[in-house]
């Protein structure tokens, strides 16, 4: 087991985002979260990586409770693994080389001559060692995303954490975006960790998935699973239908009382 | 103001100097470490010192030239326009040369530092740092308050230099003050502790105005506005503390 979060419980300003969550991400699998918006996925992944810490409940993570580590263990924790950011967040004032040769740089004493074919054996899996000499402001979304990941796994890293990697892409980079996460875990060996809610590209790729929904896991399982469940919540999501359990409007008073109102004014 | 809003406002003082003094101690833990990347701290003492060094020196000549006018059309009035090197060069070394250069380098150097910080913390650029094991206070903040901190000293000698000239330039060779007497009057009035208290200070003022500009910057709501909001901050915050940190310094020198 490389994450295991039992029974989190979590609120921002008195409004839970989690009421007991259970899951797990099994060694050298791929997991997919998934969930509908604002379900707090993003802020799941934050648990993870130790940003926040849980209410109640354990975060482990290397078989180590996050709450019980000093910022340093933290930071050995966090040198284990990879995070693909949603908008790359790559560092701007930095070349596409100097960014992947970023954590290397720090974490290590490597001569020059090693960290260059390092980083362009990360680009080239990525298809971007043409790309090297870029500047961030020169990438597309997609190929942002490609430099981040080539600098998520620069460190050979034993979990990957992707949040939401299939948002706003064209199909060639989704494709490519969800045939490299297979081939890192293939090749590599790296457990990895998907939140997303592109249900079937997830589907096509993940061993394990949870199905978050009103501040717990909703349904766990194997993908085709969820894919198949006659839960009202899970088939309302894999189907994305509007109507169902899972409100897809935000909580507010009567709608033709609140049109009248402003007519009246 | 009600009591109410009285002690709220003054809580909220006191919480925010707390801050920033708790982010001093973090930044000053780090300062250390960061010497590991001397190159880094380097860039930043050119990032902040050398690219403000046109406005430092533009501002330096206008200074000292009004200080060259104002001080010949009053010391002309007592028949001791000789004395003008010396009151200018004191007027500069120890009260303008530290204050305008604090004033400037908060308004040129502080707010690129804040909204720089403050756009790497909108794009998670501080985050992605932290999940990549690598402190943001030691690879961002400390050697961004360092740079400030070395510049600050340097660009205020070289405000005063420039200034120097710039008062010779009218006095002298404008007004027709003796040149020897305008530099040996300066050299015979002018005490070690006269530059020591204009160094000071300009030490002090580089401590707080990298330290708001980093703090601001680092701890700037992640969105558009919140950016801006903090780059007003560091502006209006460094001036105001200048300003009453050069009162009490000039009070605690005078009592020497």
Known sequence: ?265 | MSKGNHRGFLLEGVRKFGAAAIFLVQILGQCVPAFARPRLIAYQVYNTGARSLIIIMLAGLFVGMVLGLQGFTLLQRFGSEDALGSAAAIGLLKELGPVITALLFAGRAGTALTSEIGLMRATDQLVAMEIMAVDPLRYVAAPRFMGGLVAMPLLAAIFNIVGLYGAQLVGVDLMGVDKGSFWSQMQSSLALRDVTEGIVKSVVFGVICSLIAVHEGYHAEPTAAGVGLATTRTVVASSVLTLLLDLILTAAFLNR
């Not at chain 1, 109640?56 to 180590?64: D, I, M, S, Y």
């Not at chain 1, 899972?246 to 049109?259: G, I, W």
Request: charged letters at 20%; aromatic letters at 6%.
């Open chain 1, 1 to 265: 087991m490389v994450v295991a979060v039992r029974d989190v419980h979590y609120a921002v300003d008195g409004r839970p985002i989690f009421t007991g969550v259970d899951l797990r991400a099994r060694r050298g699998r791929i997991t997919a979260i998934m969930g509908p918006s604002g379900t707090g996925k993003t802020t799941l992944l934050k648990l993870i990586t130790a940003q926040i810490q849980a209410d109640r409940g354990q975060v482990v993570v290397f078989g180590k409770e996050l709450a019980q580590l000093r910022q340093s263990e933290i930071y050995d924790v966090r040198g284990r693994m990879g995070m693909l950011f949603q908008n790359g967040a790559l560092l701007t004032d930095m070349s596409v080389f100097e960014n992947v040769a970023f954590p290397v740089r720090e974490h290590t004493d490597l001569p020059e001559s090693l960290i260059r074919i390092l980083v362009l054996t990360k680009l080239e899996a990525v298809g971007l060692r043409g790309a090297a000499g870029l500047m961030p402001s020169e990438l597309s979304g997609g190929m942002a995303r490609r430099v981040a990941l080539a600098r998520a796994i620069v460190m050979d890293p034993e979990l990957l954490i992707y949040d939401e990697p299939f948002v706003g892409l064209d199909p060639i980079s989704m494709g490519v975006i969800q045939r490299l996460i297979k081939q890192m875990n293939t090749a590599l060996g790296i457990t990895s960790i998907v939140v997303s809610h592109d249900v079937h590209e997830l589907a096509s790729i993940a061993d394990d998935s949870y199905l978050l929904e009103a501040g717990h896991v909703a349904a766990g399982g194997k993908p085709q699973e969820l894919l198949n469940s006659e839960l009202p919540a899970v088939r309302q999501f894999m189907t994305g239908s509007a109507d169902g359990p899972v409100r897809f409007h935000y909580p507010a008073s009567d709608y033709t009382t609140q049109l009248l109102e402003s007519e009246a004014r």
